[in-house]
């Protein structure tokens, strides 16, 4: 079950166009420099996404989690959904983790806001990580935990812009 969803969401992704950069631009060391402040803020625009206009802004971080406010994001965008899975995994990588998996975004005031956990393994319960502060966070189910190790989604980080 898990690798065919994998091979849907890969598949998803090379026929939709994120198997090039949106932007045709090199990103990465644009992410990279980013990714020395204590918060991680990265506009879409600034890392080659043209089609989107949005920014995620890494808002409250702890050993293991991290919270991010998306501004300028709709609920059910692909295209966002696209690049807030690839900032997820780049971040993951960015903060020594190999493993990664992100709540259902939801509404905060006029953004949306999502919680991103980085687990020491696949099998790890979440939940044992959340904590009661993230607690009333909703994840997708069947949950879904990338491995940044992962050929696949190292492909996707590189050919995303990421």
Not at 94 to 113: K, M
Not at 136 to 151: A, C, G, K, L, N
Request: net charge negative; proline share 4%.
């Amino acid at each position: 079950m898990k690798q065919t969803v994998i091979c849907i969401v890969i598949s998803f992704f090379f026929l939709t166009g994120c198997a090039t950069s949106p932007g045709n631009t090199p990103v990465g060391t644009s992410f990279q420099a980013a990714s020395s402040a204590e918060f991680i803020s990265i506009h879409s625009k600034d890392v080659g996404w043209d089609y989107i206009d949005g920014t995620i802004t890494e808002v409250e971080r702890s050993d293991r989690t991290s919270l991010v406010e998306l501004t300028g994001f709709t609920e059910n965008s692909g295209m966002e959904g696209r690049f807030f899975m690839s900032f997820a995994l780049r971040l993951a990588q960015l903060r020594g983790f190999r493993y990664v998996i992100y709540s259902i975004p939801r509404e905060n005031g006029e953004n949306l806001e999502s919680v991103i956990i980085f687990p020491q393994s696949e099998d790890e319960p979440i939940e044992s990580i959340l904590g009661e502060q993230y607690s009333q966070y909703v994840f997708y189910e069947p949950r879904i935990v990338m491995d940044t190790e992962s050929e696949i989604w190292k492909l996707l980080i590189e050919n995303c812009g990421f």
